[in-house]
T-cell receptor
């Protein structure tokens, strides 16, 4: 069965330090992959997407993610966290016809 | 602004009641999705419509139903409400191919927060 796993439910970093949010998927072929961000009481917003072009994908607000097929991973990174990055992040994959699979989410806390 | 509009933003009602949530997708998007987000269940896919037809069904209860109208707006009907139905309900839209297959990302509305007392 297809699945997507976000390895950390909560991540806490200090402002100005790097961010790493981990996502692994299981699939027999390469899916389309996305990261979404949800700020409190807001809808989800697309951060970036991978659709089989470059394996390193750059998104908005300085985020990027690297697709590693051998590790079936799509981790989200940012070199320097900002207070405004505090939010919940979702890794999402599309398989097959219309199937969007959401990870369980990672809540990012940024300490001053 | 994603271009997806949901109304109402907040709704408070009592157990046993029925409510209707409305969604207007982005201009040109034929595919509409409904999701439920609660603290204990996370983000759950409910149902998808493409150009008026149901295309995929997720964890939608029998007490819930949805439809997509010819102008492409969609409504989610929740009936015989229970305390556990309290959640944030999101609508999302997406560009889709003629077959209804998703070709890109989802665009989310800001949600309708339902509180059942």
């Amino acid at each position: 069965a297809q699945s997507v796993t976000q390895l950390d439910s909560h991540v806490s970093v200090s402002e100005g330090t790097p961010v790493l949010l981990r996502c692994n998927y299981s699939s027999s072929y390469s899916p389309s992959l996305f990261w979404y961000v949800q700020h409190p009481n807001k809808g989800l917003q697309l951060l970036l997407k991978y659709t089989s072009a470059a394996t390193l994908v750059k998104g908005i607000n300085g985020f990027e993610a690297e697709f590693k097929k051998s590790e079936t991973s799509f981790h989200l990174t940012k070199p320097s966290a900002h207070m405004s990055d505090a939010a919940e992040y979702f890794c999402v994959v599309i398989w097959g016809f219309n199937k969007f699979y959401f990870g369980s989410g990672t809540k990012l806390n940024v300490k001053p | 602004d994603s271009g997806v509009t949901q109304t109402p933003k907040h709704l408070i009602t009592a157990t046993g009641q029925r409510v209707t949530l409305r969604c207007s997708p982005r201009s040109g998007d034929l595919s509409v999705y409904w999701y439920q987000q609660s603290l204990d269940q996370g983000l759950q896919f409910l149902i998808q419509y493409y150009n008026g037809e149901e295309r995929a069904k997720g964890n939608i209860l029998e007490r819930f139903s949805a439809q997509q109208f010819p102008d492409l707006h969609s409504e989610l009907n929740l009936s015989s409400l229970e305390l556990g139905d309290s959640a944030l309900y999101f609508c999302a839209s997406s560009v889709a191919a003629v077959t209804g297959a998703v070709t890109g990302e989802l665009f989310f509305g800001e949600g309708s927060r339902l509180t059942v007392l």
